[in-house]
C-alpha cells in the first residue's frame, strides 16, 4: 500500500513538472481535436493567440500583426548585431499587407515585399559599413543605423488601413545574432537611416523596371506591358505618327466607286484591321488614331469633292432654266 503511495506522489510530481516545462515529442504525435497554443479554449483546428509566431522551415519566419489608424510611428521588430569580422552581412525580405480601409469600406489588402541588407566590414580594401532597402514604396520599411555593425529594423502602418501584417524571413547572414522583438516598440529616430531605394536588380533600376511587366497575366516578350483587365487613367499620351499627309497635294486620294467596289468586297475600310485581326492581336492606339484620322481627312476631302459637284450642277441647272 506504501508502494502504491508513493508510486501516485511521483507520478503526480512528474505530471505537474511536465506541465511547467517546455513540451517536446520527438517523431509523429496525433491530436485528437483542436491544438491552442496561448488559449485553452481552440475553436479551431490550430489556434495561436499571440502576437508573433515564429514558423520554423529551412528558414526561420517571424511575423508580426496589428491594427487601428492611431498609432502610426515607426516600430523596431528586430535588433541586427554584425560581429567584427572582415565581412558580415545579414539579408531578409520582409513583406508587409495591409487590409482594409478605416473609412467604412473593405478593399483589398495589397502586399508589398522589401530586400534589406545590413553588411559590416573591417577591412581597409573594402571599408563598408551600411545598409540597404529596395522595394516598392519609402515609407513603410526602414533600416537605422545604431552604431558600427548595429542596426534596428522597423516598420510602420499607414492611417487608412486596419490593420497591418509583417513578415520577416532571414535570408543570409544566418551567423550574425539577430534579436526579433516579441511585440514591436517604437522605433529609435537616432542614428543613420537607411530608406527604401528602388534598386534591388530583381526589381528596378533607378525607379525603372529593367524588363517587361505583367499584370494578371504571363509576361509577354513582345510589350513592356501587359495587363490582363481594364486600365483606368485620367489621361492617357501617345506618341504616334499622324496623318495630316491626306492634304498635301500630291496624296493619291480613292476614287468613290473603286472604295465601294473595296468595301463590298472586303467588308471592312482600306487600311483598317478587320473584325478577326482586332480580334487576335488587339490595336495600336496610335496607329488606328492616326488611321482612323485619316479616313476622317479622306471623307473631308470626298465631302469637299461632292460638294463641287454639286454646285457645278445646280450652275447648269441655273444656266437650262434661263435658257428656257
Same mark, same amino acid.
Given at each position: 500500500? /506504501? ?8 507520478? #503526480? ?14 517523431? %509523429?504525435?496525433? *491530436?485528437?481535436?483542436? $491544438? ?18 515564429? #514558423? ?11 491594427? =487601428? ?6 516600430? +523596431? ?8 569580422? !572582415? ?25 508589398? /515585399? #522589401? ?17 540597404? *532597402? ?10 537605422? +543605423? *545604431? ?5 534596428? $529594423? ?19 547572414? #544566418? ?35 529593367? =524588363? ?7 509576361? +509577354? ?33 480613292? +476614287? ?16 483598317? !484591321? ?17 488611321? /482612323? ?10 465631302? $469637299? ?6 454646285? %457645278? ?12
Amino acid at each position: 500500500m /506504501l508502494r502504491k503511495i508513493l508510486f501516485i506522489t511521483f507520478y #503526480f510530481l512528474l505530471l505537474v513538472g511536465i506541465s511547467h516545462a517546455q513540451y517536446q515529442v520527438e517523431g %509523429d504525435y496525433t *491530436i485528437n481535436g483542436n $491544438l491552442g497554443i496561448g488559449t485553452a479554449t481552440p475553436a479551431h483546428g490550430i489556434e495561436v493567440n499571440k502576437r508573433t509566431v515564429k #514558423f520554423s522551415n529551412q528558414h526561420a519566419i517571424y511575423r508580426w500583426r496589428w491594427g =487601428g489608424g492611431t498609432d502610426l510611428e515607426w516600430k +523596431k521588430v528586430a535588433d541586427i548585431q554584425l560581429a567584427n569580422a !572582415p565581412w558580415r552581412c545579414a539579408s531578409f525580405e520582409v513583406e508587409i499587407f495591409n487590409v482594409g480601409s478605416n473609412y467604412g469600406s473593405s478593399v483589398l489588402g495589397q502586399k508589398m /515585399l #522589401f530586400f534589406v541588407s545590413a553588411r559590416r566590414s573591417s577591412s581597409v580594401a573594402n571599408d563598408n559599413d551600411d545598409g540597404l *532597402i529596395s522595394g516598392p514604396v519609402s515609407d513603410f520599411v526602414r533600416l537605422v +543605423k *545604431i552604431g558600427t555593425g548595429e542596426y534596428e $529594423l522597423q516598420v510602420r502602418q499607414k492611417q487608412h488601413w486596419r490593420e497591418m501584417e509583417v513578415t520577416i524571413r532571414q535570408t543570409g547572414g #544566418f551567423d550574425s545574432p539577430i534579436t526579433y522583438l516579441e511585440s514591436p516598440v517604437n522605433g529609435s529616430t537616432s542614428g543613420e537611416i537607411y530608406t527604401p531605394t528602388p534598386e534591388h536588380t530583381h526589381l528596378y533600376t533607378k525607379g525603372q523596371f529593367v =524588363g517587361n511587366v505583367a499584370i494578371g497575366t504571363s509576361v +509577354k516578350d513582345e510589350y513592356a506591358l501587359a495587363a490582363n483587365g481594364i486600365i483606368r487613367a485620367k489621361e492617357i499620351k501617345v506618341e504616334a505618327d499622324w496623318a495630316d499627309f491626306v492634304f498635301e497635294d500630291n496624296y493619291k486620294l480613292m +476614287k468613290l466607286s473603286e472604295l465601294e467596289e473595296f468595301i463590298n468586297e472586303n467588308r471592312h475600310l482600306p487600311e483598317i !484591321p478587320t473584325e478577326k485581326e482586332v480580334e487576335e492581336n488587339g490595336i495600336s492606339l496610335g496607329e488606328m488614331n492616326s488611321k /482612323l484620322l485619316q479616313k476622317v481627312e479622306e471623307q473631308t476631302l470626298y465631302i $469637299l469633292q461632292l460638294q463641287k459637284q454639286l454646285e %457645278d450642277v445646280n450652275k447648269r441647272l441655273d444656266k437650262i432654266e434661263r435658257s428656257n
